[in-house]
């Protein structure tokens, strides 16, 4: 990575990708377009480091912490596994979650050791599925997230362990919120307390950020940090576009703005070996924030002092979750129509499709585009070195105009 000086009137100089977003979907495109395919890319970002929202960096204690809250990797994909594997040393860690509830912490998802510890029962795995079926109130139509939650385990776990949370998390009460939300979250009739059961969990041995240099590590990769991409969209010439931003910014709003959640972190760090029973706890219903995350649990760093962060969900802020209703899929969906009108330029990734991906379905989503990119046929190259992509961006912007 190193400092851009570009002679604009020089073919010589032209990008072939210009690559909007050093996260995930941005990094990982450039990495295999400049080491596969020798493709000459430019990657930018309007923050001030590469990583995206998994950036992690060294306090001035010394313990490395998330600056965007917890990112645990896990996946199913031996695929993404081995290839990310290529930029980092793996460290097996297992991520466990408890939950605050009537004065307890017990585990989540809600498990066999969740209603035995809650209820002061002792139940076995059939027992405990006879259980939830007695509580659970079956529903016709899932339509809502406490749909889906009711249905599967009844009102009173609804409201103990779901209902605040959520509140909190999307300032929308979960009959508000699409089935999505609450459908991935597994109940299990075993003792099994880990957060994840993906085959593959581990973090990166030396961060995440030090993953994201040795991914960018490459002769043809520049980077440009402090950049907002229509700075310089007229300055720099390259050929195709890779855009991993928010799509409704790319178009310059003209529908509206798409509804995003954001987080507030509040860091600590304490002057003890260790502060709570695991990496994460949640907050269903006490305190205004979600969870607390304990950092050495997952890096595994040997350290006097620990540090902690504090979840407080708000409105306004960095995007972090598109919000699942009817109306945002829609305003959604006439972006899309935009995006599909447009040659030479790709987007990609959670922003650019306004949808919450882990960090493993990013990746393979990255890998897949690659191979879409490459077994494509050329387009017409524009021999004046001139940016196709942009230009044929304005055309679709100035069409859009009045549109509603």
């Not at 599909?340 to 990746?363: C, S």
Request: hydrophobic share 30%.
């Amino acid at each position: 990575m190193e400092t851009i000086l570009i002679n604009t009137q020089n073919n010589s100089s032209m990008f072939d990708y210009l690559i909007v977003g050093a996260g995930f979907s941005g990094a990982v495109l450039a990495e295999r377009l400049a080491s596969q395919a020798g493709k000459r890319v430019l990657i930018i970002d309007k923050r001030n480091h590469i990583g995206g929202n998994t950036y992690d960096h060294y306090n001035k204690d010394g313990l490395l912490v998330h600056k965007y809250g917890p990112h645990i990797f896990h996946t199913n994909s031996k695929d993404v596994y081995d290839y990310l594997g290529n930029f980092t040393t793996w460290r097996p860690y297992e991520h466990r979650v408890l939950a605050s509830v009537d004065g307890m912490l017990v585990p989540i998802p809600i498990n066999l050791n969740t209603i035995n510890e809650l209820y002061g029962l002792h139940l076995s795995s059939s027992e405990v599925e006879n259980f939830l079926q007695s509580k659970a109130e079956k529903k016709d139509r899932i339509v809502t997230s406490e749909d889906v939650v009711v249905n599967k385990v009844g009102r009173e776990l609804y409201e103990k362990f779901f209902k605040g949370y959520t509140k909190k998390q999307w300032d929308l009460d979960p009959s508000e919120l699409d089935a999505s939300v609450t459908a991935r979250i597994p109940t299990r009739n075993n003792r099994d307390d880990r957060y994840f059961t993906d085959t593959y969990q581990a973090m990166p041995l030396h961060g995440y950020t030090k993953l994201f240099e040795n991914l960018l590590d490459h002769p043809n990769i520049k980077v440009m940090l402090n950049t907002d991409y229509k700075e310089i969209e007229d300055s720099i010439p390259f050929k195709k576009m890779i855009y991993t931003g928010p799509i409704d910014y790319y178009f310059d709003y003209c529908y509206g703005k798409l509804p995003y959640r954001s987080l507030e972190f509040k860091f600590e760090t304490l002057e003890q070996d260790t502060f709570q029973r695991t990496g994460t706890i949640n907050f269903p219903n006490e305190h205004p924030y979600t969870r607390v995350t304990e950092f050495k649990y997952l890096t595994g760093q040997k350290h006097p002092k620990t540090s902690v962060v504090y979840e407080f969900p708000k409105a306004d802020g960095d995007p972090y979750y598109p919000v699942p209703r009817p109306e945002n899929a829609e305003l959604y969906k006439k972006y899309q129509m935009l995006s599909a009108e447009i040659d030479n330029v790709y987007f990609t990734g959670r922003l650019a499709t306004y949808k919450y991906y882990n960090m493993d379905q990013v990746v393979a989503q990255s890998l897949t585009m690659y191979k879409k990119i490459i077994s494509s046929q050329p387009n017409v190259q524009n021999h004046n070195g001139q940016k196709t992509a942009i230009n044929a961006t304005a055309a679709v912007k100035a069409r859009t105009l009045g549109r509603s």
